[in-house]
């Protein structure tokens, strides 16, 4: 599951920071906030979206309906919407203590954007309110709660802020209880503060050169052998050298696996499930004949786009890997394999709200079933690399051990010293058994959650 780009938000102040003052609506009547009832309605479908079903979030913001709104008006509510999957257990937590019986969803709503706008955006607090009270009253569910909404959040604007984030209240219980069990207490809360973090942007170079030359105007730090995390906000095709195609976004968790591997000068290389297209360009940037294949006709096109933005080519197939009639067998064979996608909610907070705890048993037998698929499509001594952005052991450590203990012929390679400074990886996220379990909290700044085995054939 390809990262969205992230709708930033203008700002935020501090969870403990007390409010600053407010500049007084103009004289005119005129709409208190430029963007206007129409963005925040939209964030509000956006967070019920999310929550209703996965995938919810990018139905919606793909819809119609949506895209009739002006581009300022759908940034605004985006960032909106995200902030508040980003809170929402924290936001719901305090909604609870401010009421006798917690009040109904469409409420809730309501009072979730107004909180994140009061304490999270630079909306000044009297147009947080306002417009959250109009929304109320245009709906015969919510204006009976109008009085209440107003009373809730210029009480808390009264507090002067809100109180340090319980961890536990930031993501659904369930999760909780499966990263306490599974990386401990300290590593748990580490993992849902950084859910309340805005990530930066990565990109990878095709050389180090273009990365280093860049560096300024991208207002970037370098990361391993050929990323950049970039400072810069806004519209990435207004960034230098987009257009002349010198790099291409993908998170640095994201480029590990192709960047365990040295030069594929002469090697052929299949990549599974390859839109949107990262790691298709690595293999290229290496030196590898690439063959592509994705089952999702949209995401091929945005893999195709890259190709010919970069000037580069590949092979490229819509097809399901598991139907895939190819009597071809690759030097490498590279699988980022459909997972749950808790991994990505520093940019995706919608995954941990939208995922059910069956869907990770599900997605654990797709997995199962196209490891076997794809293993004899591995050359005698070739190199075979899955990859899962999920945090959860049953799509990494668990579904690697039962392939090994299935494919006899197949051995973990642990990377050397020299691969994981190329890949740039934190040593927090080396295990001691060879794959690599990149938590978000490892990295300053954060990362993607992946796993990552990297596995050889035998001669």
């Known amino acids: 599951m390809a990262p969205r780009p992230p709708a930033r938000p203008q700002g935020k102040r501090p969870l403990s ?120 009253e245009r709906d015969n569910k919510t204006r009976p709660f109008k009085g209440l909404i107003n009373a809730i959040l210029r009480g808390l604007i009264r507090e002067g802020g809100l109180r ?17 069990q599974t990386y401990g207490e300290d590593n748990a809360a580490a993992l849902a503060l950084t859910l309340t973090e805005e990530p930066l942007t990565d990109l990878v170079f095709k050389t180090p050169a273009d990365r280093d030359a860049l560096l300024t105007a991208l207002e970037g730090e370098a990361i391993g052998a050929v990323s950049l995390r970039s400072n810069l906000r806004g519209d990435l095709r207004h960034w230098a050298d987009y257009e002349a195609g010198h790099w291409w976004v993908q998170d640095i968790a994201a480029a590990t696996p192709v960047s365990l591997l040295g030069d594929l000068t002469g090697k052929t290389a ?6 949107p297209g990262g790691k298709t360009l690595q ?18 096109r945005r893999l195709e786009e890259n190709l010919h933005r970069l000037n580069v080519s590949a092979e490229v197939h819509n097809a399901d890997a598991a139907s895939f009639d190819d009597p071809r067998t690759f030097d490498v064979v590279l699988v980022d394999a459909p997972c749950s996608a808790t991994g990505t909610y520093r940019r995706q ?11 990770i048993a599900k ?25 899962t952005c999920s945090l959860e052991r049953e799509e990494g450590e668990t579904q690697i051990l039962a392939f090994l203990r299935r494919n006899t012929d197949f051995t973990l390679v642990k990377p050397d010293a020299e691969a994981l400074a190329r890949a740039g990886v934190p040593v927090a996220s080396v295990s001691p058994q060879g794959w690599l379990r990149l938590l978000p909290h490892h990295r300053k700044g954060g990362q993607d959650g992946f796993f990552v085995a990297h596995m050889r054939r035998g001669a």
């Not at 103009?26 to 009832?37: F, M, R, V, W, Y």
């Not at 299949?270 to 839109?275: F, G, I, N, S």
């Not at 907070?349 to 869907?359: E, H, N, Q, S």
Request: net charge positive; glycine share 6%; proline share 6%.
């Open 17 to 136: 920071a007390k409010p600053a003052a407010r500049t007084a609506p103009d004289k005119t009547g005129a709409l208190e906030n430029d963007i206007g009832i129409s963005a925040r309605i939209a964030a509000i479908n956006l967070v019920e979206a999310a929550l209703a079903k996965r995938g919810g979030f990018d139905e919606v913001s793909a819809g119609a309906e949506f895209n009739k709104l002006s581009e300022s008006e759908r940034a605004f509510a985006r960032a909106l919407s995200l902030l508040v999957l980003r809170r929402i257990g924290q936001l719901d937590h305090i909604i609870a203590k401010k009421t006798q019986k917690m009040p109904p969803e469409a409420v809730r709503s309501l009072l979730r954007i107004g909180m994140a706008q009061i304490f999270f955006m630079q909306v000044p607090d009297f147009a947080a309110v306002s417009t959250t009270v109009r929304i109320a």
């Open 164 to 180: 340090e984030v319980n961890p536990k209240k930031l993501v659904p219980d369930w999760l909780w209880q499966r990263w306490l």
């Open 270 to 275: 299949l990549d599974v499930c390859a839109a």
């Open 283 to 300: 293999l290229i940037h290496k030196g590898a004949e690439v063959v592509a294949i994705d089952r999702s006709k949209g995401r091929l």
């Open 349 to 359: 907070p919608d995954v941990l709200w939208g995922t059910r705890p069956a869907d």
């Open 363 to 387: 997605l654990a037998d797709v997995q199962h079933r196209l490891l076997d698929t794809l293993a004899p499509k591995v050359k005698p001594g070739g190199d075979f690399l899955y990859c």
